[in-house]
């Protein structure tokens, strides 16, 4: 869909692929259901649905915005190892008529947070060779890892 303006315009339309957002190597978010917002000039924007973010990681802050063309923007905080990405998201719960497909979606600054596209669209999101799933069990050396540790498949070599 494309809302214009005399002098703007919106255009969204969905990702040609699965996409992730990672901030140091952690996943974030990931989804095959991401729409693509193309604002006039500006680079475009992926907006991720709320259902397929880490939300563990995400708190409302009180900043708002807005655009005359999309409507008032709520902002998001990542906190993620001790490290804090102040007001790095923002989604549109109620966006005027011209911008209904991006409705209750995420959208990160793309200089704060990797947006990328999957690549084999096929891979399941929890798949056991997936390398993301493997970094998200590892710790990153701050002393936490993003998910639980996995038991050990060796054993201990004897004396």
């Known amino acids: 869909m494309s809302d214009t303006n005399a002098n703007h315009a919106?255009?969204?339309?969905?990702?040609p692929s699965r996409m992730r957002a990672a901030f140091q190597g952690h996943i974030i978010a990931d989804s095959d259901d991401v729409m693509i917002?193309?604002?006039?000039?500006?680079?475009?924007?992926?907006?991720?649905?709320?259902?397929?973010?880490?939300?563990?990681?995400?708190a409302r802050?009180?900043?708002?915005?807005?655009c005359p063309f999309?409507?008032?923007a709520a902002y998001y905080t990542v906190t993620l190892e001790g490290e804090v990405?102040?007001?790095?998201?923002?989604?549109y719960e109620d966006p005027?008529?011209?911008?209904?497909q991006i409705a209750g979606r995420v959208?990160?600054?793309a200089d704060r947070v990797e947006v990328y596209?999957?690549?084999?669209?096929?891979?399941?999101?929890?798949?056991h060779t997936d390398v993301d799933a493997v970094v998200q069990h590892t710790d990153s050396g701050g002393g936490q890892s993003q998910k639980a540790h996995w038991p050990a498949n060796v054993e201990e070599p004897k004396d």
């Open 70 to 72: 999309k409507g008032d």
């Open 37 to 58: 917002l193309r604002e006039g000039a500006m680079a475009p924007v992926a907006y991720f649905p709320k259902n397929d973010l880490e939300m563990g990681y995400f």
């Open 61 to 66: 802050t009180e900043r708002s915005t807005h």
């Open 117 to 127: 596209p999957v690549s084999d669209k096929t891979a399941p999101h929890d798949h």
């Open 10 to 15: 919106l255009q969204i339309q969905p990702a």
């Open 85 to 91: 990405l102040e007001n790095v998201a923002w989604t």
């Open 107 to 109: 959208a990160f600054y």
């Open 96 to 100: 005027l008529p011209g911008a209904v």
